[in-house]
Every structure is written in structure tokens, then in C-alpha cells.
């Protein structure tokens, strides 16, 4: 059995699971726009948390968040569950699949995938794929992964481990999501959109005390502590934490720079559905904002190579994310202010 659901690349992994949820229940929105109306912008750098040996710098939303947010903002009803109990979470998946007849997202380890290559794997917890068909002879599964050029299929046992995947920075206890039912009439999307980039906006700018790790705050942070790496954990380690801030901003969760190009996306097709045509200078601001992100990662992966015509140090790196932090500070108060306006 296989629902009919056709498979659509994405440039992260979960606003493709959103999408191919929603797609199957006749909502058929564009990937910045469900990023968009999740308010997915977001930025950390926790050094509390150990990532393979190195504080997380972060540019994505807890997984789950997007898919928690977007649901809620359109009233839509849903279920999330893990199963501590490796058969009891197949059987839940099957019967979803085969009774109910609903795809269900996974969260997923990326490592085990088999259709990844083996060069692109890595101990990542927090993949988002899309389930929609069961072979029933062959115990094969039908996915939609975002990551992949088609739709893919993955045996039981395969899906099993990555469903369970123990490496990473957290265990995933076979998470998985899915749609209970839709109201029968969408609301209006033009104050939905409002809301969502000022509830964005406050996000990367709060203020509260104990969240100087989260947004511009979180950028200042790191723009701080990296001067200081290098006098504290010695030339070798300190390079090593300036290649995983790296990897993160380029490689895993689809990167910093790519959130901010999306978002900028988002607020175009904003402009369009909302009729406030200056959203459409703010989406060429955070696409200068994502290129300044980009230019930050190829002076940092230069300084990682100890390439000889770059001269960066690692006070450059905190004054360019210092910089960042006050492109970004700027662009989310005039952002918040702009949208107001148009909000009842």
C-alpha cells in the first residue's frame, strides 16, 4: 500500500516533511512560506551542550518546533509520540500506514540511512523524513525524503536503526508525527503571516534573563568566547571549534545562510499574499544578511585550512559576527516595527 503523494525536493529536511504532510491533506504551501509561518529564523550557541566534543552552535529550531508552530498558527490537529518500545513503535507506524491511512513523519538518524552516500553521513539525530506506503510482502517502506532526487524505499530493519539510532547528541526513541485532522476551511493567511514574522522577531531579539544563548544575543556570545579560544584550549582545539561553527553554519540543518536566503523568500511571497509591497526590501536585507553569513564561513574555513594568503584571526571572526549580530538586531526591529503597522 502506497498513498498518493509525490515526492518534492527541499532545502530542509523538516519544512519537506511539513510540506508533504500537508500536501496529502489538499494544503499545498511553498517551503519558505510553512518556514515562513513557523517562524524558523533562529540562532544558539550553547556551550553547556556537548556536541562530539564541542559546544553546539545552533541555526535551527529544535526539531519538532516547526511542525508545532505551523499546525497551531492554521488549526490544525495532530500527534506526536515516541515509543520507548522498539515493536510497538513499528506497529504504531504500520497501522497508521495501513489502517489509518495517514503519512507519518520520522525523526530519523542520518548516519544509517542507506540511500545516503557514505561520504555525506554523519551522526545527526534529527533528520525529518516523510512515510507514506508499506509493501506488505516485502516489509519495505515508501519515503519522502527531502535530501533524496526521488521517492525512496528502505527495508524494516534499516528503518528500525535509524528510527533508534544511538549515536548523536540525543536518543530519538522512534519519534514520529503526524496530522489527526484539518479544519474544514483555511484561515486567512495575511494576519497569520503577521503574526508569524513578529513572533520571529521576537524570538532573535528577546531580551530575558538566561537566554543570552538564543538570537543576536547568542551571536554577541559567540563573537566573545571565539577570541578567547585559541589562549584557552590551544591552537589545535580551538581550530577544531572554529570547523564545527562552521559546519553548522554550512552543512547540517541546512545552514545559517541558507535559513536567512529562505526567509527572504518567504518575506517576497509575504509581499505578494499580503499586498504590503516594503516586505519586499526587508527580503533583499536578510539576503545580504545570509551573504554576509557566507563570507564569515569561507574567511573561517581559510583560517581552518591555515591557508597562507588568509590573514583572519580569530578577533576578525568575533568582530564579523559582531557585525552579523548588529545587521541582524537592526533588521528585526525594523522588520517588528513594519509589520505592526498592518496588525489589528
Not at 526521488?150 to 547528541?169: E, F, H, M, N, P
Not at 503574526?195 to 556570545?221: D, E, H, P, Q
Amino acid at each position: 500500500m502506497e498513498l498518493n503523494l509525490e515526492h518534492r525536493p527541499a532545502a530542509h529536511c523538516e519544512n519537506g516533511a511539513i510540506s508533504a504532510l500537508l500536501r496529502f491533506y489538499g494544503i499545498d504551501l511553498s517551503e519558505p512560506m510553512i518556514f515562513g509561518l513557523a517562524s524558523g529564523l533562529f540562532f544558539s550557541h550553547v556551550p553547556f551542550v556537548d556536541v562530539g566534543g564541542m559546544p553546539l552552535t545552533s541555526f535551527r529550531t529544535v526539531p519538532g518546533f516547526l511542525f508545532k508552530r505551523i499546525t497551531k498558527l492554521l488549526g490544525i490537529k495532530t500527534e506526536t509520540a515516541r515509543y520507548f518500545n522498539r515493536e510497538k513503535g513499528m506497529k504504531r507506524l504500520d497501522d497508521l500506514l495501513l489502517k489509518e491511512r495517514k503519512p507519518v513523519a520520522l525523526v530519523v538518524g542520518m548516519y544509517y540511512l542507506p540511500y545516503v552516500p557514505k561520504e555525506y553521513r554523519f551522526h545527526f539525530n534529527g533528520h525529518n523524513i516523510c512515510v507514506i506506503g508499506k509493501d506488505e510482502t516485502t516489509g519495505d517502506y515508501s519515503v519522502l525524503d527531502s535530501n533524496a532526487t526521488c521517492k525512496v524505499t528502505i527495508s524494516r530493519q534499516d528503518l528500525l536503526k535509524v528510527r533508534y539510532a544511538k549515536g548523536g547528541s540525543y536518543r530519538l526513541f522512534g519519534r514520529m508525527y503526524w496530522i489527526k485532522s484539518v479544519p474544514g476551511e483555511m484561515p486567512d493567511l495575511k494576519p497569520l503571516i503577521l503574526k508569524a514574522i513578529a513572533k520571529n522577531c521576537r524570538i532573535m531579539t528577546s531580551t530575558y534573563r538566561g537566554v543570552k544563548y538564543v538570537g543576536v544575543r547568542g551571536m554577541l556570545f559567540l563573537s566573545e568566547r571565539i577570541r578567547t579560544w585559541e589562549k584557552k584550549m590551544g591552537p589545535q582545539k580551538a581550530l577544531m571549534n572554529v570547523a564545527q561553527v562552521v559546519r553548522m553554519l554550512e552543512e547540517i540543518g541546512t545552514g545559517g545562510a541558507g535559513f536567512r536566503f529562505i526567509y527572504g523568500a518567504f518575506l517576497q511571497e509575504a509581499a505578494q499574499r499580503t499586498g504590503i509591497a516594503e516586505l519586499n526590501d526587508y527580503s533583499a536585507r536578510i539576503t545580504e544578511i545570509g551573504d554576509s553569513w557566507r563570507e564569515f564561513a569561507v574567511r573561517a574555513s581559510r583560517m581552518f585550512k591555515r591557508r597562507k594568503s588568509e590573514t583572519c584571526t580569530y578577533d576578525d571572526l568575533g568582530n564579523m559576527l559582531r557585525n552579523l549580530a548588529g545587521k541582524e538586531a537592526a533588521f528585526y526591529k525594523d522588520l517588528k516595527k513594519a509589520v505592526e503597522k498592518y496588525m489589528e
